[in-house]
T-cell receptor, first 112, second 113 residues
Framework: GNSVTQMEGPVTLSEEAFLTINCTYT??????LFWYVQYPGEGLQLLLK?????DKGSNKGFEATYRKETTSFHLEKGSVQVSDSAVYFC???????????FGAGTRLFVKA | EAGVAQSPRYKIIEKRQSVAFWCNPI?????LYWYQQILGQGPKLLIQ????????DSQLPKDRFSAERLKGVDSTLKIQPAKLEDSAVYLC???????????FGPGTRLTVT
């Protein structure tokens, strides 16, 4: 079945450090891939997406590239800020399907 | 545009009691989801509606959980009777038909003692 595996947290970084959060997936067909972010006390919100192989999603300085050969969608940011502290969820949705499968989430702490 | 509304935000009940959660999706969003998010885990789909019909309820514990979306707009999720393991955040999300982005409400944090 479809599944998403992401690196365990928490990840603790200093401000302006480089961020990578790893995400790999298992799916039939050609899923769309997403990163959602959950700030403290809020619901999840879409951060970025990619719908086909080699697509790069980007938003707010975050990027992720859909790598079909390695079934990965790693999240990166060149210089994190304290305000990026949140939980990040990798997710996939199969073509034509309504169901989205979420990873377990990775908590990021950024220190000033 | 107003977001997805949920109430209550917090609820504490004793085991074997009943509880109900309410969700009002974004206007015009035909698809509505209820998720259970246990601490330290990702959201797990409980039930998905398309208008007022159920699309997927395969992971809903039907002996104690029920949900309805009678007029294809707002929805109610009920637990009766609650167990300790039902302690979680219950998230509601909505989506436009044939789109990809789900919009989430702030969730209801349920504590069962």
């Amino acid at each position: 079945g479809n599944s998403v595996t992401q690196m365990e947290g928490p990840v603790t970084l200093s401000e302006e450090a480089f961020l990578t959060i790893n995400c790999t997936y298992t799916a039939t067909g050609y899923p769309s891939l997403f990163w959602y972010v959950q700030y403290p006390g809020e619901g999840l919100q879409l951060l970025l997406k990619a719908t086909k192989a080699d697509d790069k999603g980007s938003n707010k300085g975050f990027e992720a590239t859909y790598r079909k050969e390695t079934t990965s969608f790693h999240l990166e940011k060149g210089s994190v800020q304290v305000s990026d502290s949140a939980v990040y969820f990798c997710a996939l949705k199969n073509t034509g399907g309504f169901k989205t499968i979420f990873g377990a989430g990775t908590r990021l702490f950024v220190k000033a | 545009e107003a977001g997805v509304a949920q109430s209550p935000r917090y609820k504490i009940i004793e085991k074997r009691q009943s509880v109900a959660f309410w969700c009002n999706p974004i206007s015009g969003h035909a698809t509505l989801y209820w998720y259970q998010q246990i601490l330290g885990q990702g959201p797990k789909l409980l039930i998905q509606f398309q208008n007022n019909g159920v699309v997927d309820d395969s992971q809903l514990p039907k002996d104690r959980f029920s949900a309805e979306r009678l007029k294809g707009v707002d929805s109610t999720l009920k637990i009766q009777p609650a167990k300790l393991e039902d302690s979680a955040v219950y998230l509601c999300a909505s989506m436009r038909t044939d789109h990809y982005e789900q919009y989430f409400g702030p969730g209801t944090r349920l504590t069962v003692t």
